[in-house]
């Protein structure tokens, strides 16, 4: 017998492609959810694992808050150029266009609620019954307890509370008409893996994760990019820093970490040594304890 | 550095959540601005220290209640090791949680109370961890404090335990006392027990062998997806893509194409960019044979000199999850890994009581109930049996009425 050394990232990567797989031959109309950030950008490398030479038999939908990092939008733009697939983008302007949702005013305003809506109408609109996302168990502590594949009902709505029993590694994903279903092939990887994996497959990742030099406000104890979506008035005082940023999500809620980290391994030994989870400088998950919870019972990602 | 996957049963009076939480703060695994939220909560132990149950405690009914209600899933990491934590709750309106947390550990840790020793719970959390075939299992005789590091109270417990253990045929059994609360051997040994000459939770948890090579013969590969570009250039191309789920397949092996029946060679392995010599249990990959046969997903790919049983008729342990009771006049779905067919309950031969482990005879079958049924399947499957093969000896039952999961099979025998 051949020896082999099956490493702790080769069998999260060969849980996620077996995940995909049951994605692909369970649902009529799966959609994979791409928001720029290295999670997502870490799904499409397993989606290429799983399915090359094959196409992808999933489009990619990027729900497009119209307050991206200009980074992130290249980004995108290139990988979806380079892997050949399809993107479908949702637009919150859109929808505040439309009517469906009123943009928030006031100093904290964010377009991060109103995404819930675009997405919601995405999924409706190209029906779409099995929505494949990047969330992680160790985010954050309601996410710790959801389903690999999580069943969300017609409005969008997770119920933690009737969550079916996910056993061995058999994916149930029977749904009634109107159901849609979230799948998290990585909800057993942690901010570290995820980074180790992007090490070892050396992927490409947009330029705001490493150092570089930005215009930066405080808020809440917390650095934001200075930009024009964020509602700024006299008492902000503008600093040039050295920052990067440990998630990618809309400007407006945000928030960078002061470093010097250029390369991926200086990363790593700052996530390493680093005392403050990543969802830590998401501004949306501190309004309550039970934050991302409720969003996620709303139809949140 | 490879992965353990461990589960934990216990109810909230053992200190589980408190033990988890231990494992989790001595491991520098509790953030800063999580231990900021900690400190916030209006929960203490009553020294006014933190209260670390409340880190696994993740849904708001759950902190309302302070109990676990769900299976919660934590993340650790030493310089030797990955650890998953399925964290279970403990009561027996929560015996599906624990079915559900105990069906991917690879070691299960049972927490004794010192003060109360083998009890009824004890039982039943033991009797799980026997029905679900993991391997290793530690007893940890927890509070240990609480009984002034009694060694005589730690002996008299594991000669109880042992008896239970024989009974349940448990094989790999290593015994630890500890304090959750004071973290006596969890993360270091402690010095408040000097006659214990073991090593601490995390040290045996870091050692403990996973035998992540499987050895057996048994080789299969449930058929998830088929591969086929049709492009130019590739033509002809036709893979098979799929998780093997144990044993291995080198080049060359002759292979059995189930439920068809044919015969061919594999003739290539493929994982995204390389080729392959062999492909081992765990990897997903894709396989080409040398044959043109038809085989779509659902279908598995096996060693052909070590056939798995194949019978429509298969008697089974079944554990029920759902609060509609099991009815046997009505068709449900089988899922057993890939494939899914039609079935029905054919017969109730005996439940369990899981507090006493009497078998008894039982017309219904109700929300957490566990015991021997007959299953009658549309299409014959081709699965091996659980304690031989857990993988391919495992089924979920799915009410087409609702779509939820109603039932865990774990299949015992062919019937003939």
Redesign the interface.
């Given at each position: 017998?051949?020896t082999?050394n099956?490493?702790?990232l080769?069998?999260?990567?060969?849980?996620a492609?077996?995940i995909l797989?049951?994605v692909?031959?369970q649902f009529e109309k799966p959609a994979l959810l791409f928001s720029g950030g290295k999670d997502s950008i870490t799904l499409v490398r397993l989606a290429?694992?799983?399915?090359?030479?094959?196409?992808f038999?999933f489009p990619l939908v990027h729900i497009d808050t119209g307050h991206n990092f200009e980074e992130t939008i290249t980004y995108r733009d290139q990988m979806v150029e380079r892997i050949g697939e399809k993107l479908i983008i949702g637009s919150v302007q859109e929808s505040i266009d439309q009517g469906k949702v009123v943009e928030q005013t006031g100093k904290n305003a964010s377009r991060n609620a109103l995404q819930t809506v675009t997405l919601l109408d995405t999924i409706a609109k190209y029906q779409f019954d099995a929505c494949i996302g990047g969330a992680r168990?160790?985010e954050e502590?309601?996410r710790?307890?959801e389903r690999i594949f999580s069943v969300r009902d017609e409005f969008g709505q997770w119920d933690?509370?009737r969550?079916?029993?996910?056993?061995?590694?058999?994916y149930?994903g029977?749904?009634?008409k109107g159901e849609n279903i979230r799948v998290f092939p990585i909800?057993?990887w942690?901010e570290?893996?995820v980074w180790n994996y992007i090490r070892r497959e050396k992927i490409d990742l947009p330029s705001i994760y490493f150092s570089h030099e930005r215009d930066c406000i405080t808020r809440n104890g917390q650095l934001m990019a200075a930009s024009p979506f964020l509602n700024m008035d006299d008492e902000d005082v503008v600093e040039r820093k050295q920052v990067r940023f440990r998630t990618v999500g809309d400007m407006s809620c945000t928030a960078a970490v002061e470093s010097d980290a250029t390369l991926i391994d200086d990363i790593i030994s700052e996530i390493s040594a680093?005392?403050?989870?990543e969802r830590?400088a998401r501004l949306d998950d501190k309004v309550s304890?039970?934050a991302m919870?409720d969003r996620k019972k709303g139809g949140y990602f | 550095?490879?992965?353990l996957k461990f589960f934990t049963a216990g109810s909230v009076d053992d200190g589980k959540s408190t033990l988890i939480g231990r494992l989790l703060y001595d491991t520098d695994s509790i953030?800063?601005?999580?231990l900021e939220?900690l400190q916030s909560?209006n929960r203490k132990n009553d020294d006014g220290t933190i209260d670390l149950a409340i880190?696994?405690?993740?849904?708001?009914?759950e902190?309302e209640q302070g109990i676990t209600?769900?299976?919660?899933?934590?993340?650790f990491?030493t310089e030797k090791?990955?650890f998953?934590i399925a964290d279970t709750p403990g009561h027996i309106q929560y015996t599906?949680?624990m079915?559900?947390g105990a069906?991917?550990a690879n070691l299960a840790i049972i927490l004794i109370d010192a003060r109360n020793g083998v009890v009824e719970q004890t039982i039943r959390h033991s009797y799980i961890v026997s029905l679900l075939g993991i391997k290793h299992v530690v007893v940890c005789i927890n509070k240990m404090d609480m009984v002034d590091y009694s060694e005589t109270i730690y002996s008299s417990i594991i000669e109880k335990y042992k008896i239970l253990a024989q009974q349940l045929k448990l094989a790999d059994i290593t015994y630890i006392p500890v304090s959750a609360l004071k973290g006596d051997n969890v993360a270091q040994t402690s010095e408040n027990m000097d006659w214990y000459e073991g090593e601490s939770l995390l040290h045996f948890l870091e050692k403990v062998d996973t035998d992540?090579?499987d050895?057996s013969q048994l080789a299969r590969m449930p058929v998830?997806?088929v591969?086929?570009?049709q492009?130019e250039e590739?033509h002809d191309?036709r893979g098979y893509?799929?998780?093997v789920l144990s044993g291995?397949f080198?080049l060359n092996d002759k292979v059995t194409v189930l439920p068809s029946g044919a015969s061919s060679t594999v003739e290539k392995i493929e994982?995204?960019?390389q080729a392959l010599?062999?492909a081992?249990a765990?990897?997903?990959v894709i396989i080409h044979l040398k044959d043109d046969v038809d085989i779509s997903?659902g279908d598995s790919i096996v060693n052909a000199s070590a056939l798995p049983q194949e019978s429509k008729l298969i008697e089974a342990d079944l554990c029920w999850?759902d609060t509609r009771a099991l009815d046997t006049s009505i068709m449900y779905?089988i899922?057993?890994?890939?494939k899914i067919t039609k079935c029905k309950i054919s017969e109730i031969l005996h439940k369990v009581d899981i507090n006493t482990l009497e078998k008894h005879a039982a017309e219904e079958f109700k929300l957490n109930d566990i015991g021997r049924v007959i299953v009658k399947t549309a299409d014959a499957l081709a699965f091996d049996l659980y304690d031989d093969n857990?993988?391919n000896g495992?089924?979920?039952l799915?009410d087409?009425r609702t779509?939820?999961?109603v039932g865990?099979l774990m299949f015992r025998a062919a019937v003939e």
């Open positions: 017998m051949s082999y099956f490493d702790y080769d069998e999260l990567e060969a849980e492609i077996h797989r049951e692909a031959g290429e694992k799983a399915f090359r030479p094959g196409k038999p168990r160790d502590k309601a710790a307890k933690p509370k969550q079916r029993p996910e056993l061995w590694n058999i149930n029977k749904i009634h909800s057993n942690t570290l893996d680093s005392k403050i989870s830590g304890e039970a919870e | 550095m490879n992965i953030l800063a601005d999580q939220a909560s880190l696994t405690d993740g849904l708001r009914a902190r209600i769900d299976v919660a899933y934590k993340y990491q090791r990955k998953i599906r949680n079915v559900t069906s991917t992540s090579l050895k998830q997806w591969v086929r570009p492009t590739l191309y893509a799929g998780r291995t080198n994982f995204f960019d010599d062999a081992h765990g990897q997903s997903r999850m779905n899922q057993h890994n890939s857990r993988a495992s089924a979920i799915v087409p779509n939820l999961t865990a």
